[in-house]
């Protein structure tokens, strides 16, 4: 049996107009209005492809949570939704809830650019990125079926990082982000991982 990992950054946190801040783990917000309908047009857009879910897994704080309990209501069959703790956002230190020209004054320019196309943590940043790449690395290998995955733009790229073909072909990403409600799907079969989705929207 093959394997099929849907993975999804969690719906919008900020509303329209509201400057956005770098939330990591401290920070436990709830999603807002248009976090809620990208959670949905999630779930449907699954549904509608007849993508059926066999495990699903979450990060746990209320965006995530939520993100995943809109996107599982579409789905026929219900599921317990399980937690790994290598799916925790990361934790900003410093930066945590402060308006990005604050944290480039900080780290500069550079040093977000090493976290969004390397995965390179900013100085005072709090990542364990061995743990994450270990936890992705183990289900990569173990698991089977289709898997939704809900979790954090910081903890799911390390996804890409997991593997030497991954890393080739993410490589040609632009950017190693997930914008908040897209995914990125992961595939296993006989010759290996592909990555044939990334950064998508509904």
Same mark, same amino acid.
């Given at each position: 049996m093959g394997l099929s990992v849907f993975i999804v950054r969690h719906g919008n946190t900020f509303a329209p107009g509201e400057p956005a801040r770098r939330i990591g783990a401290a920070t436990d917000l709830a999603l807002v209005e248009s976090g809620v309908a990208q959670a949905e047009a999630l779930g449907l857009s699954f549904a509608r492809a007849g993508i059926g879910f066999d495990r699903a897994l979450a990060a746990p704080l209320r965006r995530t949570r939520s993100t995943i309990a809109g996107i599982l209501a579409h789905q026929p069959a219900a599921l317990q939704v399980e937690p790994a703790d290598w799916l925790t956002e990361i934790d900003?230190?410093? @930066?945590?809830?402060?308006?990005?020209?604050?944290? #480039? @004054?900080? #780290?500069?320019?550079?040093?977000?650019?090493r976290w969004d196309h390397a995965a390179e943590a900013p100085e005072g940043w709090i990542v364990d990125a061995d743990r994450r790449i270990a936890g992705w690395r183990d289900l990569f290998a173990t698991a089977q079926g289709r898997i939704l995955i809900v979790t954090s733009n910081g903890a799911a790229r390390f996804a890409l990082l997991a593997d030497e073909g991954l890393q080739r072909q993410a490589s040609a990403l632009p950017t190693l982000k997930l914008r908040t409600g897209a995914y990125g799907v992961i595939e296993r079969d006989g010759h290996g991982l592909r990555l044939t989705a990334w950064d998508q929207r509904p």
């Open positions: 900003h230190g410093p @930066d945590e809830a402060k308006l990005e020209p604050e944290v #480039i @004054d900080r #780290i500069g320019e550079a040093a977000l650019a």
